[in-house]
């Protein structure tokens, strides 16, 4: 059975996961029913990988000087309407951005409803106005969004797992419906597979120079044996988590 190594480059993150393979990667096998796992385990699953893609985004994308925004509204709103004002906010920032030199707008942006009447609000990660306090920064959103309040704090520093993924990603949605939307522009994370060779001594994972280990862990599968994976920050870097962040200009 083939090993490989999966090494991750998501912005100041660095990840590898080593792992066997009963099948060679890069050739099409017919996919298998996974006849072990409930629907529901099937979807938790499923769930697990999508914020973990997600956050890879996020570190990829975003920095503690981006920004984690509540648009709310004032008036009860349907999830349609709300998916169509956002587009409206949405194409009224890129304007504002682009006329007065800003860099292009990125986001994540989820639509969620809230208590027994359902109101509905957006959580949304976006790019920062450079140069720009806050403050300021806020001043604009409200003018844009011109629909609710408007909250705006900086993405936390220095978080070591998929908080935020989880949080903006928390409540359950029809199968087979989006749980977020994304701008057309964000990069993809660096990813590198690669076949490795058995030795009788395990080498350690090891990050590359300057970055520092923050979660490593090794479990044991019955089908395919051990798999590792380890997580590593660049010293001084960044990795965004819990919502909300209150990190001051």
């Not at 072990?36 to 994308?61: G, P, V």
């Not at 503690?64 to 509540?70: A, I, N, R, S, T």
């Not at 019955?222 to 200009?249: F, L, Q, T």
Request: aromatic share 10%; proline share 2%.
């Amino acid at each position: 059975m083939p090993k490989y190594r999966k090494k991750i480059k998501a912005g100041d993150v660095y990840e590898v996961e080593e792992f066997y393979c009963p099948r060679t990667i890069g050739k099409k096998y017919e996919r298998g029913r996974r006849e072990n796992l409930t629907s529901e385990e099937q979807a938790k699953r499923n769930l697990q990988i999508a914020r973990k893609n997600l956050t890879r985004t996020i570190n990829a994308n975003f920095s503690g000087k981006d920004y984690f925004v509540l648009l709310t509204y004032a008036a009860e709103v349907t999830v349609d309407d709300a998916k169509r004002e956002f587009g409206n906010f949405r194409d009224r920032l890129n304007r504002h951005r682009k006329k007065n030199e800003f860099s292009e707008l990125k986001y994540i942006a989820v639509i969620e409803t809230q208590g027994k009447k359902q109101r509905v609000h957006h959580h949304v990660i976006m790019n920062a106005f450079d140069g720009l306090s806050v403050k300021e920064a806020q001043e604009i959103l409200e003018e844009k969004w011109g629909n609710g309040t408007v909250l705006i704090k900086r993405l936390y520093k220095n978080q070591k797992d998929n908080r935020l993924a989880s949080y903006i990603s928390k409540e359950n949605i029809k199968k087979g419906a989006k749980r977020w939307s994304t701008s057309r522009n964000l990069k993809k994370p660096e990813i590198k597979i690669e076949q490795v060779k058995e030795t009788k001594k395990k080498v350690p994972l090891r990050p590359p120079k300057g970055y520092q280990v923050v979660f490593s862990a090794e479990d044991y599968f019955e089908e395919i044996g051990w798999v590792r994976y380890m997580k590593a920050i660049r010293e001084g870097g960044m990795d965004y988590g819990e919502y909300g962040g209150s990190k001051d200009d």
